[in-house]
């Protein structure tokens, strides 16, 4: 009797990491690799970035846990890649997004390529932009505005991250007429309030090619103002 396959359902850590990483390395890169829910050790995402990666313009890492390490180690494979897609929801990303931040600008200011992203997803990061917060002084809204200098941005994903509005909105309609190419943005489930509605839509009509926007459960229920 053939022995039934097992592994472990709450993540892929336990796989062959190295044999999946020589094997896309054989065959000279995958365009797009989406490894959702993977949470390989830090060694194991080391390498597989490195190396099975290199020809990668798309990456999912949705549900990865990434560390501090981790995140270092994508933001350098980013310099250096030719990454147009970058899926990095739904992992914990609060105080994580400097290296990112540090690499756009590398990429952009030192190498002058200004198409980095056209699409990218922080949907459930748990990023959060508090009251004064600045893009001097707040990692995601540095992020957003050196995200302007990426011409060819198509898709916006920050759903599931109530806590950056309303504080970061004055930063998010002064950039989005700067998305020239910006096509969908999504804000689902983000609790915007009243004024922040407003706010936003009166931005939109400086949105060109914005044709699709998403706000799935985006109104508040509280009797906040904002």
Not at 34 to 46: D, E, P, R, Y
Request: aromatic content about 8%.
């Amino acid at each position: 009797v053939l022995p039934r396959m097992e592994c472990r359902m709450e993540d892929r850590s336990d796989m062959d990491w190295d044999l999946l990483t020589a094997a896309i390395a054989f065959r000279d890169g995958i365009d797009e690799i989406v490894l959702a829910g993977a949470k390989m050790s830090l060694t194991h995402f080391k390498t597989f970035i490195e190396i099975a990666c290199v020809k990668s313009t798309r990456l999912g890492l949705a549900y990865n846990e990434l560390s501090n390490q981790q995140c270092a180690i994508l933001a350098q494979w980013i310099v250096h890649s030719k990454v147009t897609g970058l899926d990095i929801g739904f992992n914990d990303l609060q105080g994580k997004l400097s290296p990112f931040c540090d690499a756009l600008w590398d990429k952009i200011n030192n190498k002058g390529e200004k198409n980095v992203f056209k699409y990218l997803s922080l949907n459930g990061t748990n990023i959060e932009v508090k009251e004064n917060d600045t893009s001097e002084s707040n990692e995601f809204l540095k992020l957003l505005s050196i995200m302007c200098y990426s011409e060819n941005l198509k898709y916006l994903d920050l759903s599931n991250n109530p806590k950056i509005f309303p504080y970061c909105l004055s930063t998010l309609v002064d950039c989005l007429p700067v998305f020239v190419n910006l096509v969908r943005l999504h804000l689902d489930n983000d609790k915007l309030g009243r004024t922040a509605m407003v706010t936003l839509f009166e931005a939109l009509p400086l949105c060109r090619k914005l044709n699709h926007i998403s706000l799935i459960n985006g109104r508040s229920v509280s009797n906040d103002p904002h």
